[in-house]
């Protein structure tokens, strides 16, 4: 499995100065060290893992998502990936969510919506110089909380995100309009 952190390292627990220095940048932290000792524990288990690459964790209020390198779910059946969230969730106890990692930060943030619809993304640029990006969710099928999806997103991509849900309302209005009867 590739690793940001040396393998030697998590396996006796000591950093090297280029290791030791990804965990001063604030890159990882205690939580991403102790995914990743798991991960190479559980690959003696699920071979398919030496597949895979590791990105990030973040642990929100009701998940911990686990975001593993682009195009490396391909090699892991759903047996594995089932059995990997059935791992992590006994030694967190918490609810695990595993997303690839993608260059596109739209197809990212549908991967961590999901089975949530993206309805649109835009880019904000505010008076102060920042930029900040808003999705709209179709509400119907959101199944995350919008701290969570905006925590992952900040952590992960570094990006500001602003998250709103689909309005119906215009369409309700428009068929009781039209359901009036014209007064003569």
């Avoid at 920042?130 to 900040?154: A, F, G, P, Y």
Wanted: glycine share 2%; hydrophobic share 40%.
């Amino acid at each position: 499995m590739e690793l940001p952190i040396c393998t030697f390292d998590l396996k006796s627990g000591i950093l090297c100065p280029r290791c030791e220095e990804k965990i001063l940048r604030g890159l990882y932290d205690d939580l991403d060290i102790k995914i990743m000792k798991l991960l190479i524990d559980l690959e003696k288990e699920l071979p398919k893992l030496a597949k895979t690459g590791y990105v990030k964790t973040v642990d929100s209020a009701d998940t911990v998502y686990i975001i593993l390198k682009e195009d490396t779910l391909k090699y892991i059946d759903q047996d594995t990936v089932y059995a990997l969230k059935k791992k992590f969730r006994e030694k967190l106890a918490k609810k695990i969510k595993i997303i690839e990692d993608d260059k596109n930060l739209s197809r990212f943030i549908e991967k961590l919506v999901a089975p949530a619809r993206i309805i649109t993304i835009n880019k904000i640029w505010l008076p102060d110089g920042s930029e900040e990006m808003r999705v709209i969710l179709d509400r119907m099928r959101n199944l995350q909380t919008t701290s969570s999806v905006i925590e992952v997103v900040k952590k992960v991509k570094h990006v500001n995100l602003r998250i709103d849900f689909e309005k119906t309302g215009w369409l309700e209005r428009k068929v009781k309009i039209s359901e009036k009867k014209p007064t003569t």
